[in-house]
């Protein structure tokens, strides 16, 4: 079973709108982090956001948010007031393990548009 | 300037030959990994170190090998490339501790012809 799902298609917003970008995962870990990372065209990963598992505050990053419902094993990312400039890959990762057995595991990505 | 950097950002090489993708980072930090990204497979992770010394495999280690005998870098080698190995392999490090994000290097594009 795949540790991260990110299952949406291309999706595409209007400038200065709100968008939500999905992430579920899968762990029987108690402690594990999430983690939101943005990769533009340019090809560089850009760290946004990030959720541990303990964390009863969902995390806020400037315009992003993260919406983590544990129960449901979610963590999915929200931009506010989306830019040009969002437009770029997406991918959630979850991080399980502690010490020299942490490992970080990427989803597939989700590929944002964000329209004039 | 601090960061993580990688050598070379291209390369084009032949089936058979042996390539080595070099990775160095100037923050001192104990973890670092070796993914690569395909398209349609998001990034998995190929191998990766707690500490200088200290390497251990990821998801997808054959037809890799790495070695870290300084802590800032983390090279890695492949021993007879394929063209399956045509990728783009990126670089990361973390301090250690399990809170940290993964700062990423710039990538290295290589094509296996």
């Given at each position: 079973a795949q540790k991260i799902t990110q299952t949406q298609p291309g999706m595409f917003?209007?400038?200065k709108e709100a968008v939500t970008l999905?992430?579920?995962?899968?762990?029987?870990?108690?402690?594990?982090?999430?983690?939101?990372?943005?990769?533009?065209?340019?090809?560089?990963?850009?760290?946004?956001?990030?959720q541990g598992?303990?964390?009863?505050?969902?995390?806020?990053?400037?315009?992003?948010?993260?919406?983590?419902?544990?129960?449901?094993?979610?963590?999915?990312?929200?931009?506010?007031?989306s830019q040009l400039g969002d437009s770029a890959m997406y991918f959630c990762a979850m991080r399980e393990g502690t010490g020299a057995n942490s490992k970080l595991t990427f989803g597939k990505?989700?590929?944002?548009s964000v329209r004039p | 300037d601090a960061g993580i950097t990688q050598s070379p950002r291209y390369k084009i090489t032949e089936t058979g030959r042996q390539v080595t993708l070099m990775c160095h980072q100037t923050w001192s930090h104990s973890y670092m990994f070796w993914y690569r990204?395909?398209?349609?497979?998001?990034?998995?992770?190929i191998y990766y170190s707690a500490a200088a010394d200290i390497t251990?495999?990821?998801?997808?280690?054959?037809?890799?090998?790495?070695?870290?005998?300084?802590?800032?870098?983390?090279?890695?080698?492949?021993?007879?490339?394929t063209r399956s190995q045509t990728s783009v392999y990126f670089c990361a490090s973390s301090s250690s501790g399990f809170y940290n994000e993964q700062f990423f290097g710039p990538g290295t594009r290589l094509t296996v012809l």
């Open positions: 917003v209007q400038e999905d992430c579920t995962y899968d762990t029987s870990d108690q402690s594990y982090g999430l983690f939101w990372y943005k990769q533009p065209s340019s090809g560089e990963m850009i760290f946004l956001i990030y598992s303990y964390d009863e505050q969902n995390a806020t990053e400037g315009r992003y948010s993260l919406n983590f419902q544990k129960a449901r094993k979610s963590a999915n990312l929200v931009i506010s007031a990505g989700i590929t944002l | 990204q395909d398209l349609g497979h998001g990034l998995r992770l251990d495999k990821g998801e997808v280690p054959d037809g890799y090998v790495v070695s870290r005998s300084k802590t800032e870098n983390f090279p890695l080698t492949l021993e007879s490339a």
